[in-house]
């Protein structure tokens, strides 16, 4: 599983040991100490995975994962400072896919790293279309429809709703969602399924305030409906 790395850290020391042990793996790494770098170097050569500080110079981190995130679907996996569940949201907004709280143990990390790498090389189905009504998830390019129309998600937001739509009508705690798109983390909690929710609905409901599509089953989670009803 061998993977190209943008690690983007502008404490160089800190930098250095997560280049050590990413290359420890096998991978193969670029670091850059700013934010412009960061995101002249995802445009010169796509990579496999980001490591992003969300402090850096010329732009921050959350900059950074916005530009990534308008133009590619490569996973991002943030480091920061900012433990608080409103610091966390806001960088998965964004769309980021994965956060990991300083400090942190390297071994963590290398976790994290494998986790995401693992998800994005999942090998589905070539044939695999999954509709739900008039929404379409088609695993194996990455692409989601609704009525013909493309629609944009992030990597996270994909796996939510592939999850979703494979079995409709089946009510998945927001556990169930948070382990599928996140893995284990301490920090992330059940709340964040609810921001992707949010962001979801905005992108596949005729109206995200009254929602037809994905539905909240009250003190449960949430289930996938084909929007008939």
């Given at each position: 599983?061998?993977?190209?790395?943008?690690?983007?850290?502008?404490?160089?020391?800190?930098a250095?040991?997560?280049?050590?042990?990413?290359?420890?793996?096998?991978?193969?790494?670029?670091?850059?100490?700013d934010?412009?770098?960061?995101?002249?170097?995802?445009?010169?050569?796509?990579?496999?995975?980001?490591?992003?500080?969300?402090?850096?110079?010329?732009?921050?981190?959350?900059d950074?994962?916005?530009?990534?995130?308008?133009?590619?679907?490569?996973p991002?996996?943030?480091l920061?400072?900012?433990?608080?569940?409103?610091?966390?949201?806001?960088g998965l907004?964004?769309?980021?896919?994965?956060?990991?709280t300083?400090?942190?143990?390297p071994?963590?990390?290398?976790?994290?790293?494998?986790?995401?790498?693992?998800?994005?090389?999942?090998?589905?189905d070539?044939?695999e279309?999954?509709?739900?009504?008039?929404?379409?998830?088609?695993?194996?390019?990455?692409?989601?429809?609704?009525?013909?129309?493309?629609?944009?998600?992030?990597?996270?937001?994909?796996?939510?709703?592939?999850?979703?739509?494979?079995?409709?009508?089946?009510?998945?705690?927001?556990?169930?969602l948070?382990?599928?798109?996140h893995?284990?983390?301490?920090f992330?909690t059940?709340r964040?399924?609810?921001v992707?929710?949010?962001?979801?609905r905005k992108?596949?409901?005729p109206?995200?305030?009254?929602?037809?599509?994905?539905?909240?089953?009250?003190?449960?989670?949430?289930k996938l409906?084909?929007?008939?009803?």
């Amino acid at each position: 599983m061998c993977a190209y790395v943008l690690v983007a850290e502008d404490d160089v020391k800190q930098a250095e040991l997560v280049r050590r042990y990413l290359e420890r793996e096998g991978h193969s790494v670029l670091v850059v100490h700013d934010g412009r770098s960061a995101i002249d170097e995802a445009r010169r050569r796509e990579p496999d995975l980001v490591v992003l500080d969300v402090m850096m110079p010329k732009a921050d981190g959350l900059d950074v994962c916005r530009v990534i995130r308008a133009e590619s679907d490569v996973p991002v996996l943030m480091l920061t400072a900012r433990a608080t569940e409103d610091d966390l949201l806001v960088g998965l907004d964004l769309g980021a896919d994965d956060y990991v709280t300083k400090p942190y143990s390297p071994r963590e990390l290398m976790a994290r790293v494998r986790t995401l790498l693992r998800r994005v090389r999942r090998s589905p189905d070539p044939e695999e279309t999954l509709k739900v009504g008039d929404l379409l998830v088609d695993s194996a390019r990455h692409r989601v429809s609704v009525a013909g129309s493309p629609v944009d998600c992030t990597p996270a937001e994909f796996r939510i709703l592939e999850t979703l739509a494979a079995q409709p009508e089946r009510v998945f705690t927001r556990k169930q969602l948070l382990e599928e798109v996140h893995g284990f983390d301490r920090f992330i909690t059940r709340r964040t399924v609810d921001v992707h929710m949010l962001n979801l609905r905005k992108k596949i409901e005729p109206d995200p305030r009254r929602p037809t599509r994905i539905l909240t089953v009250y003190g449960v989670g949430y289930k996938l409906t084909d929007g008939s009803g």
